[in-house]
């Protein structure tokens, strides 16, 4: 799971454009990409549409992780985050 989170990370970094780390950017400028980066990636695993069905058919958590190949942490943060484990 761990490979598919840094996948994600790095596809996320791509679809953000933004410029390689260490490419001369301020340090807070790099934080900030950092930080914008690990959002969208949990976003890429995670759909909040599909944080919904997950809570819409009460799928456990534990089913709902081997499903998506998510981290217990970034399940729990995405159905948090997207109000689905509201619903849940």
């Known amino acids: 799971m761990r490979h598919r989170s840094n996948m994600a990370h790095e596809l ?9 780390l260490g490419s001369g950017c301020e340090v807070e400028t790099e934080k900030g990409n950092e930080a914008e980066a690990a959002w969208m990636s949990g976003v890429l695993m995670l759909t ?13 958590w534990s089913i709902a992780q081997d499903a998506y190949q998510l981290s217990a942490e970034m399940l729990r943060f995405r159905m948090n985050v997207t109000g689905a484990a509201k619903l849940a």
């Open 12 to 20: 996320a970094h791509a679809l953000l454009q933004h410029p390689p």
């Open 48 to 60: 909040s549409n599909q944080a919904r069905s997950i809570a819409a058919r009460r799928l456990k």
